[in-house]
T-cell receptor, first 114, second 113 residues
Framework: KAGVTQTPRYLIKTRGQQVTLSCSPI?????VSWYQQTPGQGLQFLFE???????NKGNFPGRFSGRQFSNSRSEMNVSTLELGDSALYLC?????????????FGPGTRLTVL | DQQVKQNSPSLSVQEGRISILNCDYT??????FLWYKKYPAEGPTFLIS?????DKNEDGRFTVFLNKSAKHLSLHIVPSQPGDSAVYFC????????????FGQGTRLTINP
């Protein structure tokens, strides 16, 4: 079974631009979560989608948004990029995103903001 | 407010010996815990999990112990192998509602030959 895939793997943007990252979950998984990893803050939860609905959201500004499509693929968007948005963005999928589900992570998208 | 803490940023262990990684949590709502391993330039890989109804879970060389009263869990790797060198993250979640993992800062484990 193919794992979680994320595109692109690397991205360089400048301040003020916007960016869209894509995530394809494991086949059959309906929940997709997004996390940001930075050296200072570690791994932090951004948001979670299930059946095209955002069910849970972390403490990030409104510049960070996402969506999920009917095939469970998900995208996240960051508008008006800031230098501090430079990070590894990780997507994880699970079957239902509840209870004893295990989240499986993709390889991440490394975003550099100049 | 860091709800999940891994107080040791790094750990060095000799090959063949036991590696013990520790994790503490403060939120009593957490009742499901997971360990992930991460290599550079890759996403975290799931290792093992435990729910609060258990105090121990084993999978091959990996064992996780949970002490609910102390709000402490540990991951034991026996015997340690060079391929175990990686960063290990502890994560916690509440079983109620949509799952939202809260991660510790990670411990870099180095296995020396």
């Amino acid at each position: 079974k193919a794992g979680v895939t994320q595109t692109p793997r690397y991205l360089i943007k400048t301040r003020g631009q916007q960016v869209t990252l894509s995530c394809s979950p494991i086949s059959g998984h309906r929940s997709v979560s997004w996390y940001q990893q930075t050296p200072g803050q570690g791994l932090q939860f951004l948001f979670e989608y299930f059946s095209e609905t955002q069910r849970n959201k972390g403490n990030f500004p409104g510049r960070f948004s996402g969506r999920q499509f009917s095939n469970s693929r998900s995208e996240m968007n960051v508008s008006t990029l800031e230098l501090g948005d430079s990070a590894l963005y990780l997507c994880a999928s699970s079957k239902e995103g509840r209870g004893l589900d295990t989240q499986y992570f993709g390889p991440g998208t490394r975003l550099t903001v100049l | 407010d860091q709800q999940v803490k891994q107080n040791s940023p790094s750990l060095s262990v000799q090959e063949g010996r036991i590696s013990i990684l520790n994790c503490d949590y403060t939120n009593s709502m957490f009742d499901y815990f997971l360990w992930y391993k991460k290599y550079p330039a890759e996403g975290p890989t799931f290792l093992i999990s435990i729910s609060s109804i258990k105090d121990k879970n084993e999978d091959g060389r990996f064992t996780v112990f949970l002490n609910k009263s102390a709000k402490h869990l540990s991951l034991h790797i026996v015997p340690s192998q060079p391929g175990d060198s990686a960063v290990y993250f502890c994560a916690a979640s509440a079983l109620q509602g949509a799952q939202k993992l809260v991660f510790g800062q990670g411990t870099r484990l180095t296995i020396n030959p």
